[in-house]
């Protein structure tokens, strides 16, 4: 429930960034972004697991939970955009209607087509190590273990990057590259952290400033005191 809690502020906060950047550029590079962000998250859910501590594993579900809320909100914000955008003037409510009634009927096929999936797999696994022997250690690195839901991660992905070859196809107005998105999204990020650092240091300069002449003080008091 607490890893469901950060989901959800991270995605509440990222939506502020996909809002601005939505409205400045174009809503399919958003999802290209967010896609991509999504699928990264879904291919690190097969390496859940694999290691013995707890510790690396909450570190790991921690960052995916976070990234994910932050990758999904812009992707729902984006489609929303892009729908609203996209539906005809005339026709416009019976757009949206069946936009989300298909939405709506693979997102209740998805569970039991996965259900069927983790039936099958549930007999079956892919793993990939890497072993090393010496006369004084003998040690095996897991790289890769699918097992019944991680096949599942893996077809996600595959068809989450399939679905990003079809968005190329739809149309949008003033459609911008998402490379150049990318590039201004750095930009923004290293303006905004030298800003945060100078604006930092100068609202701490006078407390800095303060502290070194109070240790001063002291240390000419003590020298009066010792004579």
């Not at 967010?34 to 690396?56: E, H």
Request: glycine share 6%.
């Amino acid at each position: 429930i607490l890893l469901t809690v950060f989901s959800q502020i991270a995605s509440v906060l990222g939506l502020r960034l996909w809002g601005n950047l939505s409205d400045r550029y174009s809503n399919k590079s958003i999802i290209y972004l967010t896609a991509l962000i999504y699928i990264c998250c879904i291919l690190l859910w097969i390496f859940v697991g694999i290691y013995s501590r707890a510790l690396p594993n909450l570190l790991l579900l921690l960052f995916l939970h976070i990234m994910t809320g932050i990758s999904t909100g812009g992707i729902n914000l984006a489609l929303t955009n892009i729908g609203l955008k996209l539906a005809p003037k005339t026709d416009a409510i019976v757009y949206i209607t069946v936009k989300n009634m298909v939405a709506s009927f693979f997102t209740a096929l998805g569970p039991i087509l996965g259900g069927l999936l983790v039936d099958y797999f549930a007999t079956r696994e892919l793993q990939i190590s890497i072993s090393w022997k010496s006369p004084n250690l003998q040690t095996i690195a897991k790289l890769i273990y699918l097992h019944e839901w991680n096949f599942l991660f893996l077809i996600a992905a595959l068809l989450a990057f399939i679905s990003l070859r079809w968005l190329g196809k739809v149309q949008e107005n003033g459609e911008v590259s998402p490379q150049l998105v990318k590039r201004i999204m750095k930009k923004r990020f290293r303006a905004g952290l030298k800003e945060s650092l100078l604006v930092g240091n100068i609202i701490t300069l006078h407390t800095q400033l303060k502290q070194i002449v109070k240790r001063k003080t002291n240390a000419s008091d003590n020298a009066i005191s010792d004579e």
